[in-house]
């Protein structure tokens, strides 16, 4: 089986958002996961976030699975919580309520051994990721849809 790819909310606000400036990047990743029949995982945490402002059935449900926030999650959750709160003077964020649902998404990545990348716009992630890896291994890495999917996976792009 392929690995999976544990979709960040970012990313399908702005698939779903034909005016946003990321939306061919994410359309592009879109296609390619499909077309390389990589599994694309939903979380429930994603799916509270989306819901905040869109409406769950704007989802593409039928290309997606969800995965829900299990145990096993939380555990590895307040782990990675528990290093990116001692650290976050290293991570000068505005916002500090982000962090746990960013390490709970990060501990669904980790811990479920198909999932090897997490796709997010989130600039903030990857800083955060190398925070957390100073400490303790994590078994995916972070790719970034501010990057066409043609860079980031060196491939010709033959879409529009």
Known sequence: MKHSVLLDTSFFIRLLNPDDPLHKNTLGYFQYYLEKDHP???STISIAEYCVRGKF???P???LRV???????AIRAGELAEIVFRKKDKLFLQNRNVIPNDSKLFAQSDAESTIKEFVTSDVKCQNIIDIIKEETPLSFKVVSIRRPFSE?????DFGE
């Open 40 to 42: 694309l995982i939903c």
């Open 61 to 63: 449900w039928r290309n």
């Open 152 to 156: 980031t996976y060196g491939v010709l």
């Open 67 to 73: 995965l829900p926030f299990n145990a096993n999650h």
């Open 57 to 59: 059935d704007e989802l």
